[in-house]
Each structure stands twice: as C-alpha cells, then as structure tokens.
C-alpha cells in the first residue's frame, strides 16, 4: 500500500489521524470523545466554596483568620476575623501605676516594643507637662529606629517565607538577632523591654553598647545589598509581588492605611516628618515613596527605610552628649538607675545601700513612688508616632489619680487589616499570602 | 470595703488607700477630694489662639452656631463636642471643606466616666494632613440610650474601630454596616472597658499567704 492509496482511503485513526505535508507525514495525537468528556467538567463555574484560612496558619502572621469564599482560585469575598489574641491590656493599664503601664503597652505589638513604650510615655508626659532630658531624647531616637530596623527585617523574613525565599528569613531573623543583641545590652531585655519610661528612659546606655550599635551600623549596608541581590532581581519574587494587593492613596486614605503602605502608594506621609517628635526634625533623613502601591513598591519601601534609619543611627551617636536621662523631678523619675549585677539587671547596690543604711528619707520616698506612683493631671491627650506600620496612637485620659483612668491604643496593624479585603478580593488565593504579609501586621498590636 | 467585692477604679475618691475599715493608717482616712471627671465640661474662653479659631469658624459658618456643644483646649489640643447624632454630618464637612480637609480619622476610642448623666464618650481624632493639624471630635451619651450615628460613611477606616468601641463600652452606632463584636467572643456578655466592668483574675496562693486579684488588692488612689 502506497502513501497515496492510503490518505485516499481515509481510514479513520481514533488515536493519531495522519496528513501529508511539504514537510513529511504529520501525525496529530487527539481525538476521541476526550474534549467532550474534559468540557462536562467545567473548572469555571458559579459554584462558590467557603476557605478558611487560620487562625492557626504560619502564613497568616501569629492568629489571624481569614474567611475566603473562592470560586475556583479566585477570590470573592474575604473577611479577616480578628480578637484571638486580646488580652486586655488596655483595661489592665486602669488598674497600674502609670509607669507600670509601659510593661503593659510593651506587650502588644511585640515587634516594635520601643514604640509602644515612647508613644505612651509621650502621652503621659504631655499631660504632666514635662520636658525629657535631651540626652533621653537623642537614646530614644536611636533605639526607636534600630527597632524599626529589626521589624522591618522581621517583616522581610516572613514575607520571603511565605513566598518561597527561605533563605531570606533566615538573613533577616539572623540579622534581627543582632539588634536584639543591642537590646539586651542597654536593656537587659531583647523584647519588652519597659525601657523608656514616663521622664526619661530607665537607665543610661552603657558603652560597650554604643560599640556594638556602631559595629550594627558599619555592618548593615552589607546586609541590605545582600538582600537586594536576593530579591530584587529574582523573577519568582517579581512575579509574586510586582502587581500583586494593589492599593491607592485614596484607597489607603479611606481605610485609614499609614506607615510604608501609604508611602509605597506614593504619599510620603511620615509623622517624623510632618508632626516631629523626640526632636526627629534635627536629624537629615529621606522619606523614601513609590509609585507602583503594591506588594513590590513595599518590599522597596521597606528596604529603604532600613538605610535611612542607619542614617538617623548614626546621627543620633554624633548628637548623644553626657547628661542626665531622666526628669529632674525626683516626683517623678524612677528612684533607682539598674546597674548589671551577677544575676542580671537589678537596682544598683549603691542605691540599695543609700536607702537601707543611711537615709530614711530616701526608703520612704522610694517605697511611695515605686508603690503609690505620681499623680498625673487630669486631663486627656492623644500622641502619635510613626511605627514601622504606620500611625501608633495613644489617646490617654488621666482623673488626677495614680493610675490611667483610660488609653486606648491606635495600632496600626489594627487599622491596616481593614484593608485585606480591598487587596485581596478578585485576585488570586496565592496572592492573599503575599498581600496580607506586605500590610506586615502583628496580631499582637492588633488585637492588644 | 467588704472582702470579695469589686471596687472600680477613680470612683472611691476618701483617704488615701481605699479602705473603709481601720486599715487606712495614712492619716489622710478623712480626705475627700474633688472627682475631675465628674462635673460639667465647661468650655474654654475664645479666642483659642492658632487655627483653633478658624477651624470652629468653618465649622459654624457651615452647619450652624448650635453644631459645637463645647469647646475645650488643653495641652495645645482642640476638642470639639457635638451631639451625638450629627457625628457623621460633622464629619463630612471636617473631610470636605477646603478649609478644614481631615482627609484621615486617626482613631476612634471610648471613654466612660461613670459619674455623669452622659457617661459613654466616644472621640474621634481626625487628621488634616494638608495643613497638618489635629483635632478632637467628642460626643457622649448615657448607658440607656448609647445610639451614636457612624461615620463609616464618611471614613471607612472608623468601621472596625466603631465595632471595637461597641465591643468594649456598649455605644450603638446606628448606620453601621456590621456592628458586631470584634475583640471578644460573639457571645460574650456586657462591655469590658467600662469602669464598673471588673478586670478579673483570681486570687493566687503562696506559701500560705493569700495574693487578691488587682481589682481586689488595696491601693493607693
């Protein structure tokens, strides 16, 4: 049988037809009743099925839930669902000493206890009326931005986890790791530490601290172009970010978004700027914005703001003169300055001595401040500074007692998770990840 | 006080530790003092000084001299009472306005004062970041009839701090597109955040020795 005689025939071949062509004999591998069959199955439909995700999840940053209702891959409808992490700290504040308060407010958003503690304080000096020590000021200043530095790599760390780059959470939590070092050294505490404090800070930073602080400074850039090298230019972190929980300014302006959000949305909104606090308007710094509101221009956004406060760091050293880091008001500054001892932090033994052997006087005003507290004039005020996710507000309302009579705390990772249904509806289930980790929230500053 | 009962915070305002029976060995058992959060909120003298006068100028020209209730300026801040149900309608023109603009609501918070007639206030810090300015907009209404009108409308961003505010003190934003409870369980029962709510806790042991919850334990006031 020749070639020709065959396609004259036109045998039918279920499997594989054949035709001549200028090229050679062509077969096509299809046919059957399969493209019936695979279209009875339609993967598009209308019907829609409800995906939970959390509240124990690793991509959802500690206990968030978030209720999906997707329609294939694709998003409807989300509703994050929050509250699993409240404990109360702002009814607990009602029934503390107003310096026993910054232990509280330390604990809610845990990545960025410094905030916490001087948006506090900044409310509660203002009430009192009194003007911190520059010197307190200046260590403020610096142990603010180291600690936005650390959550900023916290945030980097997860984002690449949750996305695939585990080698970069491990960079990040390595790098974290130092300023944590740094903490421990002037604090004692890595985390939570109740380090600023109502008048100033609790103690004065000691120098091998200020090596290791500049030692961070000299060493960071190196990081940072680590990471860039990481990221920046790898096609899956493009794809999986560039475009991706899209968000406008008007759009972060309505839910009420700040911090690198709204920055990477293109306002270049920053209280350090705009409403200076802590006296952030004599340091030089940027405030690095982006065009593209995405989860991308954040990543960006993020890794800038990294290199300005190195910037602000480094100005802060310069700036830190010898002097006092607390308010001179012995009503009100803390009696004992902590010194290291063998079992760690404690009250300075020269202290201890002062009031058990020579002053009596000294004993019962240590005991009726540390026990009692100071007064705070009654009165309410509301202090914002910029986190590293944007507005942290205290609206602090004291009766002239020992004690908050109300604070309310406005966290930013609060407001920000309002908007993940903006983000994440009509997109893909994939991109929820990415997204909802670009807003960088903490359910503990969530829900306090 | 009696052992076990609950004793809310800034309303015992005799002596010094809070202690009716011989316990208060300050000397000051007999002082009574005068309860700042009670009384009337009285207005502050105008002018304010600043943009303080411009913004309650607007404010007036465009909603009427009867909008602003009372006007108190302490520590360099702007708060600015109003009624209940014009929140929202205060807060359009506040975003609106070409001179006024609060383009961000900052926060949305509660505050109860238990002994006033209006004990649930409820303040809303707005945000001018054209003209960077703050002010504080505060409205209050009793505990049998908490209905405040949301201004979700107006700011998105007040819909899950609106939500947390009636989780915590009780206050009804009517026009609120889902207000449920938010921080604590659905099925939670009353508000956690008013002052006669108790904080909780138990009463811990050790070595024999009997440590009260924090509500419990005798304090300084």
Known sequence: MTATDHTAEEVFDAFAPERDTTEGRVYTVTGGDWDELVAAVDPVNDERIIVNLGPQHPSTHGVLRLVCEMEGETVRSIRPVIGYLHTGIEKNLEYRTWTQGCTFVTRADYLAPIFNETGYCLGVEKLLDVTVPERANVIRVIMMELNRISSHLVALATTGMELGALSMMIYGFRDREKILDIFEAVSGLRMNMAYVRPGGVAQDIPDDALRMIRDFVDYMPQGLDDYEGLLTGNAIWQERTQGVAYLDVSGCLAIGVTGPVLRAAGLGWDLRKTMPYCGYEDYDFEVPTHNGADAWARYLIRLEEIRESLKIIAQGLDKLEPGPVMVEDKKIAWPAQLALGADGMGNSLNHIRHIMSQSMEALIHHFKLVTEGFRVPAGQVYSAIEGPRGELGFHVVSDGGTRPFRVHMRDPSFVNLQAIPALAEGGLLADVIAGGASLDPVMGGCDR | ?221
Not at chain 2, 68 to 85: F, K, N, S, Y
């Open chain 2, 1 to 221: 006080m009696s052992e076990g009962e609950v004793q809310p915070v800034g309303m015992q305002q005799k002596g010094l530790f809070g202690a009716t029976d011989a316990g208060d060995t300050s000397g000051f058992g007999g002082l009574v003092r005068a309860n700042p959060t009670a009384g009337e909120i009285v207005s502050t003298p105008e002018p304010l000084g600043g943009y303080f006068d411009e913004i309650l100028a607007a404010l007036r020209e465009l909603l009427g001299d009867d909008v602003v209730r009372v006007v108190v300026v302490d520590r360099g801040e702007l708060t600015i009472h109003i009624a209940p149900d014009r929140t929202a309608e205060v807060c359009q023109t506040m975003r609106d306005d070409e001179s006024l603009r609060f383009e961000l609501c900052s926060s949305v918070s509660g505050v109860d004062y238990p002994e006033q007639a209006n004990r649930l206030h409820v303040a809303y810090h707005l945000t001018s970041m054209t003209y960077r300015r703050r002010v504080r907009l505060e409205t209050s209404v009793s505990a049998e009839h908490p209905v405040v009108t949301s201004v979700t409308k107006v700011y998105p961003t007040a819909d899950w701090q609106e939500r947390e505010v009636y989780d915590m003190f009780g206050v009804v934003f009517e026009g609120h597109p889902h207000l449920t409870r938010i921080l604590m369980p659905d099925d939670w029962e009353g508000h956690p955040q008013r002052r006669d709510y108790p904080l909780g806790g138990i009463d811990v042991e050790y070595k024999g020795a009997h440590i009260p919850p924090p509500d419990e334990r005798r304090a300084y006031r």
